[in-house]
């Protein structure tokens, strides 16, 4: 899961996926603002807000948070 929908996390989000290698998949985006949940980032949906990030881990049993 990646905290943020700007820039950086663009290009975070980006990275990850050009290099494949690394073994890692994100699964979520985390926004500062409601209106931004289900908006998607590169393909990666924004799945809830800060205040989400403890439930969505155990949730959706998340092991890294960017």
Do not use: N
Request: aromatic share 4%; glycine share 12%.
């Amino acid at each position: 899961m990646v905290v943020g929908t700007g820039d950086l996390a663009k290009q975070v989000i980006a990275e990850l996926r050009r290099r494949s290698e690394w073994g890692y998949h994100v699964v979520g985006a985390i926004g500062r603002r409601l209106d931004q949940v289900g908006r998607k980032i590169h393909d990666v949906e924004v799945i809830g807000v800060l205040t989400d990030i403890v439930p969505l881990i155990g949730d959706r049993d998340i092991d890294r948070v960017i």
